[in-house]
């Protein structure tokens, strides 16, 4: 089992690393990556996972300390699972409105029936840059694509995001609901247990 002290979240999304932060308990000391730079490195994956794995050596790179990624996104099944990898920068750049607002006008035409979706989430863990064996965990959220937004909790896609189970969109959720339920909240449990935090 991997004992942690100290912990860098490579992320350079505040809603991402608040998120993070939560699930992960004040059992380990967090830094962010943003204490070492400011340039996030780019995302040449092809999967969640390796995108995670880049982004989790980076950081441990630039910091010297054990480094946990993130790497997420919504996969619409009328898209063939796009936006997928690419979500951060599905509008090109223009940010969450951007994105929210290409995603409702892809789906314009689509019936609720067909408007299936899931939030993916990949962590990895590395203990330095060079580590050959991270530790990967994967968490995903069904659910479906509203016709305009909803809520203003969270971050992201979240507005668009119908969460079954509860009735409502997922930024209608208080982040502790939120915590329970998501892709992140699912990973990050397999995550403590494997580090015997849970
Ligand atoms: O790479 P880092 O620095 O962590 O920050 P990022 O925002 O670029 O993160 P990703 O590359 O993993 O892209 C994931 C995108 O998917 C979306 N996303 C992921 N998790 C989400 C969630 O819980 N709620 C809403 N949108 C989410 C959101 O738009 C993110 O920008
Ligand atoms: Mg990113």
């Known amino acids: ?55 989790a050596r980076h950081a441990a790179r630039l910091s010297g300390l054990p480094a946990l990624a993130d790497d997420s996104g919504l996969a619409v099944d009328a898209l063939g699972g796009a936006p997928g990898i690419h979500s951060a920068r599905y509008a090109g750049g223009g940010g969450d409105a951007a994105n929210n607002a290409k995603l409702l006008e892809a789906l314009r035409e689509v019936p609720d029936a067909e408007r299936g979706a899931r939030f993916v989430c990949a962590l990895a863990l590395v203990r330095h840059a060079e580590d050959p064996l991270p530790i990967i965990c994967e968490g995903l959220w069904q ?44 990973a990050m449990l397999q995550l403590r247990q494997r580090l015997g935090l849970a």
Not at 163 to 177: K, N, Q, T
């Open 1 to 55: 089992m991997m004992t942690l002290s100290q912990l860098v979240l490579a992320s350079h999304n505040a809603g991402k690393l608040k998120e993070l932060q939560a699930l992960l308990g004040n059992a380990v000391r967090v830094r962010s990556v943003g204490e070492f730079s400011d340039v996030a490195p780019e995302e040449t994956g092809l999967s969640f996972v390796e995108n995670a794995i880049l982004k």
């Open 143 to 186: 659910g479906r694509i509203l016709h305009a937004p909803r809520g203003t909790e969270g971050f992201g896609y979240d507005p668009l995001f119908w969460v079954p189970e509860r009735g409502c969109s997922s930024a209608e959720l208080a982040s502790a609901e939120k915590n329970r339920l998501s892709h992140r909240a699912r």
